[in-house]
């Protein structure tokens, strides 16, 4: 065994990354969606191709690939047997298949103890402690997602509608709201109707914005999502050196709203999801690890 | 002019009642769906039904259309330019198209000053005063419908799945629902992607008898419906002695939690809104009142 493979998929891509087994990437590649509960022998057939493109870049023969072993991290793994399927048809020596989330944190904390919040259009969280990992949230923005964009530019629409109505006061923000749908309630339902989460996210941003400007309707929203959050992050009940990173879109706007206790916690991921795969094949396949923080 | 037509009309079904120029109610029958909306040929033709069908269920002669005049109670009359449109090609001697909710609220409260809260799979609210009529909420529940069945049972979908994952305390209510969905969490995001708003409302029953009994998740979610449903009716700005209805399918588990400044302000309806509309037309074409409460 010279090389380990890390591959990150999900239902728009595949990236596959080569290395050698101290954990140096020495080729990479892309290929098309990797969707195992939709279409497992189309998921296969990306993944060794993102695999083998990823031995030509390193400048080194796919036809190792029945030598090395790889981790998988593919967003669905943790539904029905989908990931015992895949790991019987898979051409590598070794295959392990872990969920989206196992490696992203991985990446994000290397291979002690800690944890990570993903905050863009849906939020999970996913905590290791003691070497077991616990993932929890992302139930999608109908009835989960807490503080999610999603669930931000619902809100903010809410409030909007309720402000019309005169049932809450407004804001400049909910005024903005409101003349971006002709200054018609009807129009916003019709949005409403058919919006996907990230048409409802697309808003959050706004919210964020008008809030540093002071605007009541978008602080009320944010301390909500922020008091979501930290609820979430309270049932990890992460230890107190225990590094917490923050990804996803809003990561960035998320953190200095964060109160004292988890600030203190934050730490910039080491690497992404790919490379998180990457140093648990080395770590897995070839018994090194980088050590922990 | 020997009768005055009623008829409310909505996306299921057409109900016409034929009076005496006093309200005596004489005849009355149904058709099919007239909406307005998407159908507007379609709405004039089961609104002529209905009219002609309630002419011969009193034992006279449908050929009295053309001197007959009419009040229409229908759904989405505010929108648009419907109603004009409808009142062009209807054939009784003078038409008005109202809203739904109008007739509803003069069946409920009368010709004079008063209110009413309809409390079903969705929320809506209508006050008259001063002989001024202003209809809030409806927005539907994706950002609207507070204190609606479908909101309750979206909420108790979401705090099911927050005492899943430990984020907030649970309940007998909360196991109780999470055992319907095999207790698995998957289940409950599958139900909710193409869940309709009375998929999530025939939840909400449920969620007022736990609540009886002392649930405290469907007590927090009750208290939240209960502020939410009175911060409506403030917005309405009651006077003291004005009427106030409560219709629709939640609407006698409403009653006993509102608070006192609502509770000495309810009235049971003085007819539904089929009733409202012949009221209505005894009093604008026949200059006759049955009087206020």
Avoid at 53 to 59: D, H, M, P
């Amino acid at each position: 065994m010279n090389f380990v493979l890390g591959i990150d998929g999900g239902g728009t891509s595949c990236r596959a990354a080569l290395a050698t087994v101290d954990g140096a990437v020495v080729g990479r590649a892309k290929s098309g969606a990797a969707n195992i509960r939709t279409d497992l022998t189309g998921a296969r057939a990306n993944i060794v191709e993102a695999a083998r493109q990823a031995f030509i870049a390193a400048g080194q023969d796919p036809e190792l690939i029945p030598e090395t072993p790889a981790i998988l991290g593919l967003a669905g793994a943790n539904v029905g047997t989908y990931r015992q399927q895949l790991e019987a048809i898979l051409p590598f020596s070794k295959s392990r298949v872990e969920t989206d989330a196992e490696i992203a944190l991985e990446g994000a904390v290397g291979s002690g103890d800690g944890a990570m919040a993903i905050l863009g259009t849906g939020t999970a969280y996913m905590a290791r402690k003691k070497g077991k990992s616990r993932a929890i949230g992302g139930w999608g923005f109908q009835v989960g997602d807490q503080g999610s964009g999603a669930r931000i530019g619902r809100d903010l629409l809410e409030q909007t509608l309720l402000a019309y109505d005169g049932i809450r006061p407004g804001s400049p923000l909910t005024d903005a709201m409101l003349a971006v749908f002709r200054n018609n309630p009807e129009d916003v339902v019709e949005f409403t109707t058919n919006a996907k989460p990230g048409d409802f996210g697309g808003f959050a941003p706004k919210v964020f914005e008008h809030a540093e400007k002071g605007d009541p309707v978008a602080n009320w929203i944010l301390d909500k999502a922020v008091a979501d959050v930290e609820a979430s992050l309270g049932a990890l009940d992460l230890a107190d050196d225990a590094p917490l990173c923050l990804l996803g879109g809003l990561a960035p706007l998320y953190a200095p709203r964060l109160s004292a206790r988890y600030q203190t916690l934050l730490k910039a991921p080491l690497d992404d999801a790919l490379g998180g795969a990457v140093q648990m094949a080395v770590r897995i396949f070839a018994g090194k690890s980088r050590g922990g923080r």
